[in-house]
């Protein structure tokens, strides 16, 4: 089991549940240094100033906040210890919402809840939570601070455990409104179109399956290490440049359901 990040209560109402919050992804990159070409050594990142022309010692250097019209506001680090959350050992639950009415896209970084105790009271509340959360599709949604910086997360259960995902505030989400979707610049779909659409959606619908998707990225980027490990010299790929975008949208559709329909049927 992963080291706890954080060890404290679930909190909601008189209820505590004791938790420890572990991380629920692992990674998996592969991780490179900064050398120097001619030699093989380790760059180094040192702390210069660009006035002085130095280096400078971590105790000496504080904050500056970029200001609209070019000038800056300096905040110490007494300062901005001063305004730091207070520090709790408690999951404030605030309320409690419908699982499917929470959009995706506020969510931040995965963590699991695991029981902290395993004294029976302390199980007993852990199992009663994660069994009613998954009763009424329910999730519980609270602040807790890590780290000297407050969360808002959510609290779901997942295969019999407990789970509490970061998330973002509703103004760190950019409007839609401030997008170009392309509304303005294109017609709209006629329905032969839309119907072929929707039917190369369907021949191509199946179950969600996230054991099926591999990072490729890292595989290739495996392979190139072993190959340098044994000596061999990698050689970049021509830039196949962007897709060509169909003249004909409608031919496009109706060529892409054929070879689907051709091929082994629905993909379920």
């Known amino acids: 089991m992963a080291r706890a990040l954080w060890a404290g209560s679930l909190s909601f109402g008189l209820v505590n549940v004791p938790v420890n919050v572990v991380a629920a992804t692992r990674d998996l990159d592969l ?8 030699d093989g050594a380790p760059i180094e990142v040192q702390r210069w100033c660009s ?7 971590y105790d000496e250097i504080t904050h500056g906040y970029e200001l609209d019209d070019g000038g800056q506001v300096i905040v110490s680090d007494l300062e901005l210890q001063a305004i730091e959350p207070r520090k709790t050992r408690t999951i404030d639950i605030e309320q409690f919402v419908d699982l499917p009415d929470v959009d995706p896209m506020y969510f931040d970084h995965p963590y699991f809840l695991v029981p902290a ?7 007993r509340a852990y199992r009663l939570l994660s069994e009613v959360m998954s009763q009424t599709d329910r999730a519980a949604l ?5 780290r000297a910086k407050e969360y808002l ?6 295969d019999g455990a407990l789970t509490l995902t970061t998330m ?3 103004d760190e989400i950019r409007d839609t409104k401030g997008i170009d979707d392309g509304h303005q610049k294109s017609h709209k779909p006629a329905p ?10 369907e021949e191509l619908s199946t179950d969600w399956d996230p054991g099926k998707y591999k990072d490729r990225y890292r595989a290739r980027l495996k392979r190139v290490v072993d190959r340098k490990r044994k000596g061999e010299t990698i050689k970049a790929p021509e830039d196949a440049g962007p897709p060509e975008v169909p003249s004909d949208l409608m031919e496009a559709l109706e060529r892409t359901l054929e070879e689907l329909q051709a091929g082994n049927g629905k993909r379920r």
Request: net charge negative; hydrophobic share 45%.
């Open 153 to 158: 997360a959510i609290v779901r259960q997942r």
């Open 51 to 57: 006035k002085e022309n130095v280096e400078i010692p």
């Open 192 to 201: 032969k179109q839309l119907d072929a659409a929707v039917a190369v959606i």
């Open 117 to 123: 105790g395993e004294d029976d009271g302390s199980l």
């Open 31 to 38: 991780h490179f240094t900064q050398l120097h070409e001619k």
């Open 168 to 170: 973002l505030f509703a």
């Open 142 to 146: 609270g602040r807790f601070v890590m």
